[in-house]
Structures are given as C-alpha cells and as structure tokens.
C-alpha cells in the first residue's frame, strides 16, 4: 500500500485560494497516474484533476481555469492550486494514484474506486460565501 497524505485544507472566503498537497513519503511515483477527486455534502465522489507521468493533465468542466495540477517527481510530491474558489467547491479532497497511465476521459473514473489503486485519508476544504 502507497500512503499518500493529503494537506492543506481548510475554510476560506468564496474569491479566495487554497494549494492542496498531496505526499508519499519513502515511495516513488513518477510513473503513476495521479489524481485528485472531491466528495462534497451529499454528493457522489468525483474526479476533479489528473495529471499523467509525462505531466499532461486533464480537468473536470466545474473547474477549468480555476485550478491547477502539478507533481514534483523529486519531491513526491502532488499539488492543487485552487483559485477563484466558490462554495459549491466545498468538499473533502482525495489524492489517488494508479499504476497505469491517465485515462483520456475524465468522465471514465466516476467515483474512481476501479480505477485508482491508492488513496489518501482526505483533506476538507470549505469555501464561506
């Protein structure tokens, strides 16, 4: 098992910016497909961002141009840089990771339990309006 642990979460204003942190410390994952996927109040979990090993990455539509994937290969190291940020970003953010490469079609990892092999334990992120 991968431990992968999640920070940086936490409450602020709507308009405002949160960098989330993803690491794996003792482990190497510049081969994998990493990704992040949110949960918020009520809601089915769903895949937000991934970024593949050669660094191309792929966004969900609620999103784009708002957020930012990004790895650290020397640092394992996965971000999210979330800008603009608005309450119905509100949600508890997982990091993920799959020994495969990144699948084309975001919509494909619904919940993403089938497809990623590894999970982090979540960081809440609450956006005020």
């Known amino acids: 098992q991968v431990p992968l642990m999640e920070s940086g979460g936490g409450t602020v204003q709507s308009g405002g910016s949160l960098r989330l942190s993803c690491a794996a410390p003792?482990?190497?994952?510049?081969?994998?497909?990493m990704a992040w996927f949110r949960q918020g109040p009520g809601k089915e979990r769903e895949a937000v961002a991934i970024i593949d090993s050669d660094g191309g990455t792929n966004y969900a539509d609620s999103v784009k141009g708002r957020f930012t994937i990004s790895r650290d290969n020397t640092a394992n190291t996965l971000y999210l840089q979330m800008d603009s940020l608005k309450p119905e970003d509100t949600a508890m953010y997982y990091c993920?990771?799959?020994?495969?490469?990144?699948?084309?079609?975001?919509?494909?990892?619904?919940?993403?339990?089938?497809?990623?092999?590894?999970w982090g334990r979540g960081t809440p992120v609450t956006i005020s309006s």
């Open positions: 993920a990771a799959d020994a495969g490469k990144c699948r084309n079609n975001l919509q494909d990892y619904g919940a993403g339990s089938h497809i990623m092999q590894y």
């Open positions: 003792g482990y190497t994952y510049r081969s994998y497909c």
